[in-house]
């Protein structure tokens, strides 16, 4: 083999392998998107969300139905819930139909208990500044 088909031959597959990697475009969403919520049942339904990221397989999560705005049950599947409550930091970032693989990556499991944490860290707060139980 010559030597410029060996370089060719060694571009062409490094060039392949860099196309094949593909974007988690769920964490891509989730990071640095703007939670936004009204009230504790819309943040309780978002934790109970969130917590069965972390916690359910992807077929349960494809059933799972969550509350509207309203607090009426079983109107939401997750990539809604996700869409009407979080926004993303950039026009145009979208979820895809690996939605449910992709929430099980290592990736988006660590963006959810970020997030979890910082819920929780708000709700420490809120609770200790109102005397709350």
């Known amino acids: 083999m010559s030597i410029k088909r060996k370089i060719f031959t060694i571009f062409l597959l490094c060039f392949l392998s860099a196309c094949t990697e593909v974007e988690n475009r769920t964490a891509s969403y989730l990071t640095n998107a703007e939670l936004q919520y009204d009230g504790d049942i819309e943040k309780e339904n978002i934790i109970n969300a969130l917590n069965d990221i972390l916690t359910l397989p992807e077929e349960e999560l494809k059933n799972k139905r969550y509350k509207d705005y309203t607090g009426k049950e079983n109107q939401w599947d997750l990539p809604d819930l996700i869409y009407r409550h979080f926004v993303p930091d950039m026009k145009g970032k979208m979820l895809t139909d690996n939605f449910y693989s992709e929430v099980k990556s ?28």
């Not at 208990?113 to 200790?128: A, H, T, V």
């Open 106 to 133: 290592e990736e988006v499991q660590k963006k959810v208990k970020e997030i979890l944490e910082k819920l929780k860290y708000s709700y420490e707060n809120n609770r200790i500044n109102n005397k709350l139980p």
